[in-house]
């Protein structure tokens, strides 16, 4: 039941569940008795510990999670209605953490208006997924695998189904396409709860999937993301399936990313279509030379790509980009600006990020790094960021670690927005993550060098 669809009353609703983001981008909740969600309490919020999710020191962990219920839908799951609401996130003494993932969406929206160029960033985000009847994998000090089933052809289980071969499966129909039903249930809760969705349709890889969402403001595309990778997951265990946003959980296939449709509007109008090249205005060039320019250094991609499993998709070969390069109708461009759009409709897509990433941080930081090329007045052909100039110069870091050294140099731009806090946090928790998966030796390294 959409927002829309809520009275205000309570009668009914049996739980009202909290919805939190922790650092790393993903939904937590907890969960209060109708009977106890008083007035006094939806605005005060609840107290919980912030250590647990990544933002603070177990010395000063303690936070108010206060509901937005503008946010608010309900659910109806086992014989209870749930009121769901995202929260935001106070400090002890009630003011707006400034690290917390929806803070720092507003606060992106925040510096936008204050440039005077614009009120709101529109973005469709699409989302492309894998999905496996059975995934296992283990790591330990004397063996380390992973093993994957689908009933489209991967797998021994599965060595007699029908093949449509591993890259193959783009916009596939049934009896092929072994997972429409789990794309139309999701889909159809998305709608039901007010998410707005463009289309849906098999990709390009065996069991690989694409949901594509409509065009919303920044801070409503972040929640979006949230809820519809959680409904997915839902949706998917229902039918004894599993997903996963992995950029990359199989060798030599396609992998996959979070493609990122934006404009900025103004007094409801683009500013981006113009008379420069691919139909852009000198606003919507420079906040491409933005985006491209800190993609290059790293640093955008910290954000944007900030798993090791990022990196192992951008790679020559398929259709991710790995290089800083812009170009109309091209999917090898990390931004690319459709062709099929008419005069006066311009935007930009970037497809360069991945469903790793925490998306409100993802999508602030870009946001951002436009802005600083529309500051700067920044010209991408000038840069050479033209797809003409494809070369070597252009190539983005090729790794995790290469992204965090960029971030260390180049972080200014993102300084208005993102706290040094939450900077050296997130550095510190992939710096971590990365020693961890570089450190191990894999499969391919023992049909190397085992000899």
Same mark, same amino acid.
Not at 288 to 294: D, K, S, V
Not at 406 to 411: I, T
């Given at each position: 039941m959409k927002?829309?669809?809520?009275? !205000? ?5 049996d739980?009202?569940?909290?919805i ?6 993903r939904?937590?909740?907890?969960s209060l $008795?109708?009977s106890?969600?008083?007035e006094?309490v939806?605005q ?9 999710f990544? /933002?603070?020191?177990?010395q ?6 206060v509901?937005?219920?503008e *946010?608010?839908f309900?659910?109806q799951k086992?014989? /209870?209605?749930? %009121?769901?609401?995202f929260?935001?996130?106070r400090a002890s003494?009630g003011t707006?953490? *400034?690290?917390?993932?929806? *803070?720092v969406?507003?606060?992106?929206r ?8 614009g009120?709101?960033?529109k ?5 492309e ?7 296992? #994998?283990?790591?330990?000090v004397?063996h380390s695998?992973? #093993?994957l089933?689908?009933?489209e052809g991967?797998?021994?289980?599965y ?7 591993l890259?193959?499966g783009?916009?596939?129909?049934? +009896?092929?396409?072994?997972y ?8 159809k809760t ?7 969705v ?5 990709e390009m ?17 972040a ?5 519809a ?8 265990d ?6 996963? #946003?992995?950029p990359?959980p199989?060798? !030599?296939v396609?992998?996959s990313g ?10 409801e ?7 420069? %090249?691919?139909?852009? *205005?000198?606003i919507?060039l420079?906040y ?7 993609a290059?250094? =790293?640093s ?12 192992? @998709?951008?790679? +020559?070969? #398929?259709?991710?980009p790995?290089?800083?390069t /812009? ?14 759009l008419?005069?006066?409709?311009a @935007?930009?897509? /970037?497809?360069?990020g991945?469903?790793?990433?925490n ?10 790094a436009? %802005?600083d090329?529309?500051?700067? !007045?920044?010209d991408?052909v ?6 003409e100039h494809h070369?070597?110069q252009?190539?983005?870091?090729? !790794?995790?670690?290469h992204a965090?050294a =960029? ?5 200014a731009?993102?300084?208005s927005?993102? $706290?040094?806090?939450?900077i ?6 992939k710096e971590k ?11 391919q390294e023992?049909e190397?060098?085992f000899?």
């Open positions: 927002l829309s669809e809520w009275n !205000g009353d309570f009668a009914g609703i739980y009202v569940s909290f939190l983001i922790d650092i790393d981008g939904m937590r909740a907890v $008795p109708s106890y969600a008083s006094a939806l005060k919020g609840i107290g919980f510990d912030a250590s647990n990544g /933002f603070a020191a177990v000063a962990s303690d936070m108010l999670a509901p937005d219920l *946010s608010a309900v659910e086992d014989g /209870f209605n749930i %009121l769901h609401a929260c935001d996130v003494d707006e953490f *400034s690290q917390y993932p929806r *803070s969406i507003r606060a992106a925040r510096a936008l208006m204050e440039s005077g160029l009120d709101e960033v973005m469709l985000v699409e989302l997924f894998y999905v496996f009847e059975d995934v296992r #994998f283990s790591t330990t004397d695998y992973y #093993f089933e689908s009933s991967i797998g021994e289980t060595d007699d189904a029908p093949r449509v071969g890259s193959k783009y916009h596939r129909m049934a +009896p092929e396409d072994r429409q039903l789990l794309r139309n249930r999701a889909v998305m709608i039901d709860i007010g998410i707005p463009k289309y849906h349709h098999h890889g065996a069991a690989q999937l694409e949901i594509e969402l409509d065009f919303m403001s920044m801070a409503q595309a929640d979006a993301v949230s809820l990778k959680w409904i997915l997951r839902n949706e998917a229902e039918l004894g399936l599993k997903v996963t #946003f992995m990359k199989m060798y !030599g396609a992998g979070m493609h990122v449709h934006q404009y900025i509007e103004k007094d109008t683009s500013v981006f279509p113009g008379e420069g %090249l691919y139909g852009l *205005s000198e919507g420079a491409t030379a933005g985006l491209l320019r800190h290059l250094s =790293g955008l991609l910290a954000f944007s790509n900030p798993s090791t499993n990022s990196y192992r @998709r951008l790679v +020559p070969g #398929f259709e991710a790995v290089n800083a /812009f170009a109309q109708s091209s999917r090898a461009a990390a931004v690319r600006i459709p062709g099929y008419g005069k006066g409709e @935007r930009i897509e /970037f497809r360069t991945d469903a790793t990433a998306v409100y941080y993802f999508l602030a930081a870009m946001v951002l436009g %802005l090329g529309v500051r700067g !007045g920044l991408p000038a840069l050479g960021f033209a797809k070369n070597a252009r190539a983005m870091p090729i !790794g995790l670690f965090l =960029g971030l260390k140099r180049d972080r731009y993102l300084a927005v993102f $706290p040094d806090a939450l050296e946090s997130w550095s510190a928790r993550e990365g020693a961890y998966v570089y450190n191990a030796p894999v499969p023992f190397l060098y000899e």
